[in-house]
Structures are given as C-alpha cells and as structure tokens.
C-alpha cells in the first residue's frame, strides 16, 4: 500500500520537525530517566511510576513513528510565481463571512496533518477547506453541515 502524501506549508515542516527533535532528544531521555529512577523504587508490579513512565515512553515512541512517517511522504506547498494570486490553493490565508450571522472569520489553508483550527489553519480537506478551494473574492460557497448548510462569501485571499 502506497502511503498518501502530506502536503504541508513551510512553517509546517518546521514544527513536525521542532517535535520531532525534542521528542527524540530531550523527552527520550527525561522518560528513560523517570524509568530508572521508578526502578528504583524495588517491585515493578505494583509500581505506579513506572507504568507511567512506561505508558509515557510509548505514546512518545508512537509519537516519533508517526512524525518520521508525516516527513518521510511530505511534500512542501510553494508559492508558484504564475498562481493567481486570488485564487484560494493551499497555503493561502482567506477572509469568510458567515451570511446567516456576518460574522467574519480568517484561515489559512493547510494540508491535513498541519490543520489546527484552534489556530485558524484548516486542512483542504474539511468541508469548509473543499468548499473554497479554487474560488475567487466575491463567490458565495455553501458548506453542508449536521444541522443543514451554511453560506460564506469569500471576501479576501492572500499570500
């Protein structure tokens, strides 16, 4: 099976790659020390430090798998100097308003593994990143939700 390719901004790659460092340097070693120190502390059965610490060392193992996995099929998002630059891809930052309510909402469009809506970045992928994708200022996009559809008219594209 061929793994799917992650697509990711510039900043992206440099994040999964800021972890990927610590959790190999710095949490590895913080964990293999919690482990010996918990070891310490005589019988392993009944010793809540170390399942602790042993719980902890697999998520981060788990953790290192994922994110070497991530970067080994990570494609960077470049800026193409012939895009339209009013045309929402990705990478691109948008300005939405929401029609029902006016409220207005900024995002930058990013691939899957990078998206964070806490930090306004939201993969191509969900609803909203595929109802966008392609569009222009001024184009009103429906977006089917649970409780229906909503409406949001593009206002702004950037770079």
Do not use: C, H, W
Request: negative net charge; without cysteine; charged residues 35%.
């Amino acid at each position: 099976m061929v793994d799917k390719e992650v697509l990711l901004t510039p900043e992206g790659l440099k994040k999964l790659e800021s972890e990927l460092e610590i959790l190999k340097t710095v949490k590895r070693r913080e964990v293999a020390e919690r482990i010996k120190v918990s070891l310490e502390f005589g019988d392993i059965s009944e010793n809540s430090e170390y399942d602790d610490a042993k719980n902890e060392q697999a998520f981060i193992e788990g953790r290192i798998l994922t994110l070497e996995k991530l970067l080994r099929n990570a494609r960077v998002i470049e800026a193409d100097e012939d895009e339209d630059e009013t045309v929402i891809s990705l990478g691109k930052r948008v300005t939405l308003r929401d029609l029902e309510t006016g409220e207005v909402f900024e995002y930058q469009i990013v691939g899957s593994a990078e998206a964070d809506p806490a930090q306004a970045k939201i993969s191509n992928e969900s609803p909203v990143g595929q109802a966008i994708m392609g569009k222009t200022p001024g184009i009103i996009v429906e977006v089917e939700v649970l409780d229906g559809v909503l409406q949001y008219e593009i206002m702004k594209v950037s770079r």
